[in-house]
Nanobody, 116 residues
Framework: QVQLVESGGGLVQPGGSLSLSCAVSVSIVGFRAMGWSRQTPGKQREWVAR???????TYPDSVKGRFTISREISNNTVYLQMNSLKPEDTADYYC??????????WGQGTHVTVSS
């Protein structure tokens, strides 16, 4: 099975930065897409970053200009750089990869708290 392990979450003050990592157990070059979503109890899960065919990045307005998704092929890792964090960014962040065939695969998540 493909495994995804997120790391890098923690407590950060508003305006601060965090970098999340998603280590994938297989080569990431063969996926249609990969990205990050977040979820807060009582709210719908929302996507925050998507990387399609290793080249095209997409972000919702809520994080555009603050979050950046990237990948490092050499270590099969997907990153989410988060800058200018706001309290409303507090959530559990999940990494996913999307095969050309089959359903997306998700990690266990890492929690981010933005608070003073």
């Amino acid at each position: 099975q493909v495994q995804l392990v997120e790391s890098g979450g923690g407590l950060v003050q508003p305006g601060g930065s965090l970098s999340l990592s998603c280590a994938v157990s297989v080569s990431i070059v063969g996926f249609r897409a990969m990205g990050w979503s977040r979820q807060t109890p009582g709210k719908q899960r929302e996507w925050v970053a998507r990387l399609v065919l290793g080249a095209i990045t997409t972000y919702p307005d809520s994080v555009k200009g603050r979050f950046t998704i990237s990948r490092e092929i050499s270590n099969n890792t997907v990153y989410l750089q988060m800058n200018s964090l706001k309290p409303e960014d507090t959530a559990d962040y999940y990494c996913y990869v999307e095969p050309f065939a089959g359903s997306p695969l998700w990690g266990q998540g890492t929690h981010v708290t933005v608070s003073s």
